[in-house]
């Protein structure tokens, strides 16, 4: 029986078709001269065995994690079933890769039910089984788990039509680095199994501390996070249904020893260029009320004739929201504007006089035009300079009353502006000014929404509120210790509330092992520092990869939103292609990237530039309208992303899929988005003519080092560098760039 390599999650399969059963064909006894002999059996020609080639007959129906960790000791429960949908026999020997420099203790593993006798192999044990099933079955996706550790035991023949189901326990330790912890599952394997999505995901963790827990951080799954009281749990959970893994699961989180933590993460591709810090700011999870910074809160709400019905209840409703969560010592007011523009007081009020606010706001109809001038101004005027004022700002149309033009409302609110002010923005609709809006939030350090016609407009300013209701440090800045820092994301620090997180990136030029962090900012007028020591700076190769990505999606939402506001630049513009076609964070204005041929080339990226330019003009010039909303939308998305963009595409010929041995993109026929767009750590692969070919390759300075596929020298080259394993993975046909040198993969 000849038997056919195909992967489940974190183990292998030997899948083979069955085989008619071989008739044993009897030897006759000799036979003596001039005696009868019996005649010679007929026997059958020998059976060739079939070839299995149909890997989306192998289903899985759910995959579910649930991690529990205790004091850094975390115990990792996967229960899978899958079925064989085919009609041939499954069997062999289950393969398990466990994560990266895990050490694992406390296996058990169960197949229907039955305990099965399982076996860890160390590093160098898997590698060799690794690469024998990689040179037997021409399948290099299991060079990318050499260095790690495996389970290996044996599988009970699964029949057509039936299913099995896994269970696996295995317990580790995991290190603090930097005061973060992090416990990854090496879930990206799963789509090596088959095309179909598997059913049902979901990732269960549930830690525990002795110590109060700070960050918790997700850079791969958008994960929800619940706390308790005391901050010494946490759960986190992620479900999908339909689900095609993209990345493996990765969270971190962080002991808390102050009471704004700060933890560091580096990452540096090589010794020799510049390294990427993502430094992670928690304030206190939840905060007495007397020692939350007392603050003003002044509504300004559009009042125009065409908020009436619907969007008037809402804009009403998320009034209302806010006043009634408001702090015993803050302060309120409300700006009402329509053809003119009314005021609730004449003063702040206290929380005393919500009641009469909100039966105020009830009794008001939706009716005339739009002075948005007037009442932001007006807003402006009321804001103590001894208070933090925070203006919540609601529209739905442009500014067709008093002043109207853009320019002039940026100037006059600057000119009325105090430094303790901060502006957040709600556009609702299509019919907003997302240049107006979006200047008013980078000027006064606040943030936007744009709520889309589909949309709540209360729920979308409850949200926001309930996160920055409770300010804890208020004008931050930060000095990093010496380190010479670069294109920093947010530029501007925003103010610190308790129970939000602030994710900041960067590049840094040289090392320091052993930096020192400091914090300031102002707690009820007054001074605060914090100082943060022994944090490292690594002039190492290696660290966290997704730092590359996060802060090239950030750097190209910044350059977006420059260009829509400031106009087109070739300079900005030849660096959002140069940061798209490096990373491959394709956005809705640069998709054509992926459909030209010579994108590498020099030339290539000149047409690319001259292409977006086009773009880019229609950004600078569009400020209002569903397009000009979706595009302020998604550079505000790039620019605030709290993990990196996914490197996705659309082409007009529909969702390609990876290829396949011929080298050629497939369309998928069971929906799920997949590309010939690869990111491998913090490298991007480009499908063009069936190779995967690394985006910084420069066809027109370099010149290639061949090496065979699957020969000698292949796998002595991985011996010697197995950091290209990562790469080599992505198939037959490779150009990666390490160290200098252009390694190409080639077919025999």
Known sequence: MKRLLYFVPFFLLL??????????????????????????????????????????????????????????????????????????????????????????????????????????????????IYNEIVRQYRDPALLEYIGSNAIQANVFPIPPGESRRIQISYGQVLEVENGLIHYV????????????????????????????????????????????????????????????????????????????NVNLITYRESANEDGFFMLLVQPPVTT???????????????????????????????????????????????????????????????????????????????????????????????????????????????????EVETDAILKNLENAAAPNVRIFTFGVGDDVDTFLLDAIVRDHRGTGSYVRPSERIDEEVAGLYNKISAPVLTDVSLDLGGIVVEDMYPAQLPDLFAGTQLTLVGRY??????????????????????????????????????????????????????????????????????????YGIITPYTSFLIEEDDILTQQGRANAANTFRQEAEALSTTSSGAGAVEAADAAAGFANAQAPAPAMTQTPLGTLAPAGKDGEGTV????????????????????????????????????????????????????????????FALGERVIVVWDGVAYEVVSE
């Open 15 to 128: 899948l083979a078709l069955p085989v008619q059963a071989q008739v044993d064909c009897p030897v006759p006894p000799p036979c003596p001269p001039g005696s009868v002999c019996p005649p010679v059996p007929v026997c059958p020609p020998p059976i060739v065995p079939g070839v299995f080639t149909n890997p989306e007959w192998l289903k899985i129906d759910y995959h579910r994690v649930t991690v529990t960790i205790e004091n850094q000791i975390a115990t990792t429960q996967v229960d899978l079933e899958f079925v064989n949908e085919g009609n041939g026999l499954a069997e062999g020997t289950f393969i398990f890769p466990l994560p990266a420099e895990a050490s694992v203790d406390q296996l058990t593993m169960y197949i229907n039910g039955q305990p099965i006798e399982a076996k860890i192999l160390r590093a160098d044990e898997a590698r060799g």
């Open 185 to 260: 599952y090496p879930l990206k394997v799963t789509n090596l199994l088959t095309p179909r999505p598997v059913e049902e995901l979901s990732i269960s963790v549930n830690a525990r501390s002795n110590d109060p827990i700070s960050n918790i951080y997700s850079p791969s799954h958008p994960v929800a996070i619940s706390r308790d009281d005391a901050n010494n749990t946490f759960r986190v959970g992620f479900e999908s249904g339909q689900y095609v893994p993209g990345d493996d699961f990765s969270l971190y989180y962080g002991i808390a020893n102050e009471n704004i």
């Open 288 to 402: 007495p009320d007397d020692q939350v910074i007392p603050k003003d809160v002044i509504i300004v709400l559009d009042q125009s004739g065409s908020m009436f019905g619907d969007k008037w209840d809402q804009a009403r409703a998320a009034a209302e929201y806010v006043l009634e969560h408001l702090n015993p010592e803050d302060r309120f007011n409300m700006v009402l504007f329509s053809t003119g523009w009314r005021t609730y007081s004449t003063l702040m009020e206290s929380p005393a006089q919500v009641r009469g606010a909100v039966d105020w706001i009830r009794g008001q109809e939706a009716i005339g035009g739009t002075d948005i001038n007037g009442a932001l101004t007006s807003a402006m005027e009321m804001a103590d300079p001894e208070r933090p004022t925070t203006i919540l700002f609601l529209t739905d149309g442009l500014a067709t009353e008093g």
């Open 509 to 582: 030029r040289g090392s320091l092992e052993n930096a020192t962090i400091t914090l300031r900012g102002k707690v009820n007028g007054g001074d605060q520092t914090f100082t943060y020591s022994n944090l490292s700076f690594s002039g190492r190769a290696g660290g966290d990869a997704f730092i590359a990505r996060l802060w090239a999606t950030r750097r190209i939402g910044d350059l977006l939103n420059t260009i829509r506001l400031n106009g087109e630049n070739p300079e900005l513009v030849d660096s959002v292609v140069r940061l798209s076609v490096r």
């Open 668 to 727: 998928s026929e069971y929906g799920q988005t997949v590309n010939p767009i690869q990111t491998v750590n913090s490298k991007t692969f480009i499908l063009q003519n069936g190779v995967w070919t690394d985006t910084t390759f420069e066809p027109d300075t370099m010149q290639t080092q061949p090496v065979v596929f699957l020969s000698d020298a292949y796998f002595a080259l991985l011996d010697s560098v197995p950091e290209l394993g990562d790469y």
